[in-house]
């Protein structure tokens, strides 16, 4: 079945199909794919139970790690504001981890196989809703305790702060699918991957301590990773230094999370059509 053809191809009067629309409908895939999980996520949580629920709870985790900044002595308060308010967007893109793996223990995964759109395309769609959660948690934390740890904002920096959190939600969600092409056969481990990811940026990354202070192999680790530029570039704002460095550093950071896309988009496309090929139609091998 490698050669499948792309049933989503108008025929042209000769009966010959027409791929000339092929990115419009690719574009709609991935369309109605991030509408499915938006529709996933929204029996999860109504405005109400986000905003009072899951929203207070990132809230206090940012705020406890404030207070113990406060305890250390000045300016870290306001280090760790941000780095944890930063690594808040940089968690929900690793969720993608394991709410890929969720088609799977649907039942839906077989389904994708056979289908004549791209599964890696669905998958990449289907955990969208990570980024704007993230985004907001990690902006409405910043901006309600920013009095706590005596850091000034304006309308300039807090526009390039929301771009910049929107950077690293992107990212790092290419990383979570990446992690999430690798343990979609082995959902068990979804938890443990992410989790351990995430510990590992929190170490070398910057968010708790700067990248400096870990030593050149792990620092070196960081610079591969999503989270460490963006967070950089996220300092030099909110520190009034906004500027070509901090253009450079959303470079880096763009760079890094295409690398990772590309990687996932690969492992993706290689399973399903190892699939398509041999009749593992779950991935299972």
């Known amino acids: 079945m490698s050669g499948v053809t792309d ?3 108008t025929p042209t009067g000769d009966g010959t199909p027409d791929t000339s629309s092929g990115f419009g409908r690719r574009l709609q895939v991935l369309s109605w794919a991030a509408r499915a999980g938006a529709a996933d996520y929204g029996t999860v949580f109504t405005w109400k139970t986000w905003l009072l629920g899951w929203f207070v709870r990132m809230l206090a985790q940012v705020l406890f790690f404030t207070t113990i900044g406060d305890l250390l002595g000045p300016g870290q308060a306001r280090y760790l504001l941000i780095g944890n308010a930063v690594a808040l967007v940089a968690l929900h893109g690793i969720f993608a981890t394991a709410s890929t793996t969720w088609e799977l ?6 389904l994708l196989v056979a289908s004549p759109s791209s599964p890696s395309l669905v998958l990449l769609g289907r955990s969208l809703f990570w980024l704007p959660d993230g985004v907001a948690c990690g902006l409405g934390a910043i901006l309600i305790l920013a009095p706590v740890a005596d850091l000034r904002l304006t309308v300039a920096r807090v526009a390039l702060l929301a771009a910049l959190l929107v950077l690293v939600a992107m990212t790092t969600y290419c990383l979570g699918l990446f992690l999430g092409s690798l343990v979609l056969t082995a959902a068990d481990l979804r938890n443990v991957v992410s989790n351990a990811t995430f510990t590992v940026m929190l170490i070398v990354c910057g968010p708790e301590v700067p990248a400096s202070a870990v030593g050149p192999v792990l620092g070196r680790i960081g610079d591969v990773l999503p989270l460490t530029h963006g967070l950089l570039a996220v300092r030099e704002v909110l520190a009034g230094r906004a500027g070509t460095h901090t253009a450079v550093l959303a470079g880096w950071e763009t760079l890094i ?7 996932a988009l690969t492992a993706l496309t290689w399973r399903a059509r190892r699939s398509r090929r041999d009749g593992a139609a779950l991935f299972l091998t």
């Open 105 to 110: 223990q649907n039942g839906t995964l077989p």
């Open 7 to 9: 049933l989503t191809a």
């Open 257 to 263: 999370g295409a690398c990772w896309l590309a990687a």
